[in-house]
């Protein structure tokens, strides 16, 4: 009898955790292992099906150069926007914590760019950096004098150019985070901290800044994931030209898999992006552990 | 007691003519005080009478909108808090949550650069005069309330600054707790001798703390006297009846028919100067008691008002009860109905015309 009763709350258990266990597997678990199996076959075409090659695979991504630059081009990518875009953040979310007048305008301005979406914002932007119209030629050529260039088609600049528009695109996000932070801390403590005879620099550095760490964890998880994550802008902005000078990892993969169809190498490269942001993952918790502090 | 281990001198602290209003509102309404050096001034009054603004204002949390004010006989008026030499103490404790109880102490010394030596011997001596030795490496939120506290007065005296500003220190503590740290703050501030301002609305904590009580109404001075004068010579109807518990009786002066000549006075007793007499000239009827122990209140109605009196327990009283009451004549107080002012040239005059 009790051994019946158990087993039916065992079975409700389950059938209560079954919705959420099938989209989970289904769109999560089952692809993620799937893709690590294909990454030991060959990709298969037509009649030929696939054939277990083991580390072939990972052995063609190793000595591929395009892999590496690419790879190279997402630690710039990453190096470019987070600690940017982080700063801009604390910096704007300061100021518009500030008493000021049109503060709600400020805020929803600087909000503007995460609610538009990548694909109408790289449009913009693609206009902002038209060679001898676009709106950099306009005010450089205006104030310096300096000839029309080519921001997104010249290897040298290509990268750098994106990067603005993601720190353009993902400031005003994190400033959120850090506003609403702000606002937690009591204004008591820079009331005691000033008496204490603290400047703004110092309340900022010894008090804000280490009372925003829990915020700067998330944000910064947050940026890393994204700068791995985004790449619509790129579609449009450069379509990872030239000579794959503003290609990302994921935008890599998008070619090798959808455009090239060679999907069993896609996987093997899907691998190591989900390997590389699992340790950035664990790394980030690891090293800021000690540095924030909760309450 | 040993030997102080710190020592610092008070300055005086003078608000000249101090105001401060948000567009239509007023808060502090041309405050003049004088704060001598020192001593230990409370600043009371009931929610929302400017006490803590004028506090914020001597701190320069807060900016003035007329008058000025001189610490140590300089203007500081429109200088920041950290030009104006002095420390404080918040109600919330304001300790920083990040820092430990010795980093959060010796902050200001920090920001100061004071050298490191002369920081961990300072920091020794706060630590063991409150007591906070073993608790030097904690962090606050593992601290209770009272040690907190603590925290927070190491945090002000550790600069041996001339002023120590306080502003509702203890009322986030219990009962019990607020007793002793009460006790603590008053001795702490004598042995080191620096000038405190003490932000409170519990007339207990500034009747027995302070040297001089600065009671506020309505952004406005009401009275600033020593503990004693305010108990027994309170200036105005409200000081009558903001000190002492329960409160001054307080009743119109032609509610005695013996008085009805003189209805532009505002009379008042204590209800501890009243006392049993067979042939005392008030006749009170009991409508309620109330047994604290020690004695005995009783709330009775004297000529159609209300009035309460602190009788002894050795005589049974029960509500429905008459008795006569007497009273000494220099216990009566007279106000000023019109000015609200007080009439001490009255007193001799009314009580001999009551007690006939």
């Given at each position: 009898?009790?051994?019946?009763?158990?087993?039916?709350?065992?079975?409700?258990?389950?059938?209560?955790?079954?919705?959420?266990?099938?989209?989970?597997?289904?769109?999560?678990?089952?692809?993620?292992?799937?893709?690590?199996?294909?990454?030991?076959?060959?990709?298969?075409?037509?009649?030929?099906?696939?054939?277990?090659?083991?580390?072939?695979?990972?052995?063609?991504?190793?000595?591929?150069?395009?892999?590496?630059?690419?790879?190279?081009?997402?630690?710039?990518?990453?190096?470019?926007?987070?600690?940017?875009?982080?700063?801009?953040?604390?910096?704007?979310?300061?100021?518009?914590?500030?008493?000021?007048?049109?503060?709600?305008?400020?805020?929803?301005?600087?909000?503007?760019?995460?609610?538009?979406?990548?694909?109408?914002?790289?449009?913009?932007?693609?206009?902002?950096?038209?060679?001898?119209?676009?709106?950099?030629?306009?005010?450089?050529?205006?104030?310096?004098?300096?000839?029309?260039?080519?921001?997104?088609?010249?290897?040298?600049?290509?990268?750098?150019?994106?990067?603005?528009?993601?720190?353009?695109?993902?400031?005003?996000?994190?400033?959120?985070?850090?506003?609403?932070?702000?606002?937690?801390?009591?204004?008591?403590?820079?009331?005691?901290?000033?008496?204490?005879?603290?400047?703004?620099?110092?309340?900022?550095?010894?008090?804000?800044?280490?009372?925003?760490?829990?915020?700067?964890?998330?944000?910064?998880?947050?940026?890393?994931?994204?700068?791995?994550?985004?790449?619509?802008?790129?579609?449009?902005?450069?379509?990872?030209?030239p000579d794959n000078a503003s290609a990302l990892l994921l935008f890599y993969i998008y070619?090798?898999?959808?455009?090239?169809?060679?999907?069993?190498?896609?996987?093997?490269?899907?691998?190591?992006?989900?390997?590389?942001?699992?340790?950035?993952?664990?790394?980030?918790?690891?090293?800021?552990?000690?540095?924030?502090?909760?309450? | 007691?040993?030997?102080?281990?710190?020592?610092?001198?008070?300055?005086?602290?003078?608000?000249?003519?101090?105001?401060?209003?948000?567009?239509?509102?007023?808060?502090?309404?041309?405050?003049?005080?004088?704060?001598?050096?020192?001593?230990?001034?409370?600043?009371?009054?009931?929610?929302?009478?400017?006490?803590?603004?004028?506090?914020?204002?001597?701190?320069?949390?807060?900016?003035?909108?007329?008058?000025?004010?001189?610490?140590?006989?300089?203007?500081?008026?429109?200088?920041?808090s950290s030009k104006r030499d002095l420390s404080m103490v918040f109600q919330s404790y304001?300790?920083?949550?990040?820092?430990?109880?010795?980093?959060?102490?010796?902050?200001?010394?920090?920001?100061?650069?004071?050298?490191?030596?002369?920081?961990?011997?300072r920091l020794k001596r706060v630590a063991d005069l409150l007591g906070l030795s073993l608790?030097?490496?904690?962090?606050?939120?593992?601290?209770?309330?009272?040690?907190?506290?603590?925290?927070?007065?190491?945090?002000?005296?550790?600069?041996?600054?001339?002023?120590?500003?306080?502003?509702?220190?203890?009322?986030?503590?219990?009962?019990?707790?607020?007793?002793?740290?009460?006790?603590?703050?008053?001795?702490?501030?004598?042995?080191?001798?620096?000038?405190?301002?003490?932000?409170?609305?519990?007339?207990?904590?500034?009747?027995?703390?302070?040297?001089?009580?600065?009671?506020?109404?309505?952004?406005?001075?009401?009275?600033?006297?020593?503990?004693?004068?305010?108990?027994?010579?309170?200036?105005?109807?409200?000081?009558?009846?903001?000190?002492?518990?329960?409160?001054?009786?307080?009743?119109?002066?032609?509610?005695?028919?013996?008085?009805?000549?003189?209805?532009?006075?505002?009379?008042?007793?204590?209800?501890?100067?009243?006392?049993?007499?067979?042939?005392?000239?008030?006749?009170?009827?009991?409508?309620?008691?109330?047994?604290?122990?020690?004695?005995?209140?009783?709330?009775?109605?004297?000529?159609?008002?209300?009035?309460?009196?602190?009788?002894?327990?050795?005589?049974?009283?029960?509500?429905?009860?008459?008795?006569?009451?007497?009273?000494?004549?220099?216990?009566?107080?007279?106000?000023?109905?019109?000015?609200?002012?007080?009439?001490?040239?009255?007193?001799?005059?009314?009580?001999?015309?009551?007690?006939?």
């Amino acid at each position: 009898m009790r051994d019946l009763k158990l087993k039916r709350d065992w079975i409700h258990g389950w059938l209560l955790l079954l919705p959420a266990l099938v989209f989970l597997f289904a769109f999560t678990h089952i692809p993620a292992v799937t893709t690590l199996i294909n990454s030991f076959f060959s990709t298969p075409r037509g009649r030929r099906s696939a054939k277990f090659i083991g580390l072939d695979n990972y052995d063609r991504m190793i000595n591929d150069p395009v892999f590496w630059k690419v790879l190279w081009n997402n630690l710039w990518f990453a190096l470019g926007t987070i600690p940017a875009s982080v700063a801009l953040a604390i910096v704007m979310a300061l100021w518009v914590n500030d008493k000021l007048a049109g503060r709600s305008f400020v805020r929803m301005a600087y909000f503007t760019p995460t609610v538009l979406p990548l694909i109408a914002v790289a449009n913009i932007w693609l206009f902002f950096y038209t060679p001898g119209f676009g709106l950099f030629d306009q005010i450089t050529g205006f104030l310096f004098g300096w000839p029309a260039s080519n921001y997104l088609g010249n290897p040298e600049t290509a990268l750098n150019a994106i990067i603005v528009v993601t720190v353009w695109k993902e400031a005003g996000f994190f400033m959120i985070f850090y506003l609403a932070a702000l606002q937690a801390i009591p204004v008591s403590l820079k009331e005691a901290a000033q008496i204490e005879g603290a400047g703004r620099w110092t309340i900022f550095w010894r008090i804000t800044f280490p009372l925003l760490m829990p915020t700067t964890l998330f944000v910064c998880v947050n940026a890393v994931i994204n700068s791995f994550r985004l790449v619509d802008h790129i579609f449009i902005l450069t379509d990872g030209g030239p000579d794959n000078a503003s290609a990302l990892l994921l935008f890599y993969i998008y070619e090798v898999a959808f455009r090239f169809w060679e999907t069993a190498y896609g996987a093997t490269l899907t691998v190591a992006l989900l390997a590389l942001l699992s340790l950035l993952a664990i790394g980030q918790f690891f090293f800021f552990d000690r540095k924030v502090h909760y309450k | 007691m040993a030997k102080p281990a710190l020592e610092i001198s008070g300055k005086p602290i003078t608000l000249e003519s101090v105001s401060r209003s948000w567009g239509e509102t007023v808060a502090v309404d041309n405050l003049s005080i004088e704060v001598p050096a020192g001593s230990f001034t409370a600043l009371l009054g009931p929610s929302g009478c400017g006490k803590s603004t004028t506090l914020r204002m001597i701190a320069g949390l807060e900016s003035v909108s007329a008058g000025r004010i001189l610490i140590g006989g300089d203007d500081v008026t429109g200088k920041p808090s950290s030009k104006r030499d002095l420390s404080m103490v918040f109600q919330s404790y304001a300790l920083f949550p990040h820092l430990s109880v010795a980093e959060n102490i010796i902050f200001g010394l920090k920001v100061r650069r004071v050298s490191r030596a002369e920081r961990d011997e300072r920091l020794k001596r706060v630590a063991d005069l409150l007591g906070l030795s073993l608790l030097l490496e904690r962090k606050p939120g593992q601290l209770s309330g009272g040690q907190q506290q603590r925290v927070a007065l190491g945090r002000a005296i550790i600069g041996e600054k001339p002023i120590c500003l306080m502003d509702e220190p203890l009322s986030n503590l219990d009962a019990k707790l607020r007793h002793e740290m009460r006790l603590e703050i008053r001795s702490l501030q004598q042995q080191l001798g620096f000038t405190m301002v003490y932000v409170t609305h519990d007339q207990v904590e500034a009747i027995t703390m302070a040297d001089q009580v600065v009671l506020l109404n309505e952004g406005q001075l009401e009275q600033a006297a020593e503990p004693r004068e305010l108990y027994e010579k309170p200036a105005s109807p409200f000081a009558a009846k903001f000190i002492g518990t329960p409160p001054m009786n307080l009743f119109p002066a032609n509610a005695f028919k013996k008085l009805s000549t003189a209805p532009d006075f505002q009379l008042g007793i204590r209800p501890e100067a009243m006392h049993l007499a067979e042939d005392g000239p008030v006749t009170a009827d009991i409508r309620a008691v109330e047994y604290l122990g020690a004695d005995i209140l009783a709330d009775c109605v004297v000529a159609e008002t209300s009035f309460q009196v602190r009788l002894p327990t050795n005589r049974a009283v029960a509500p429905g009860q008459s008795i006569q009451l007497g009273f000494e004549p220099d216990a009566l107080h007279v106000f000023d109905a019109d000015t609200g002012r007080r009439r001490d040239d009255l007193v001799t005059e009314f009580g001999t015309l009551l007690r006939s």
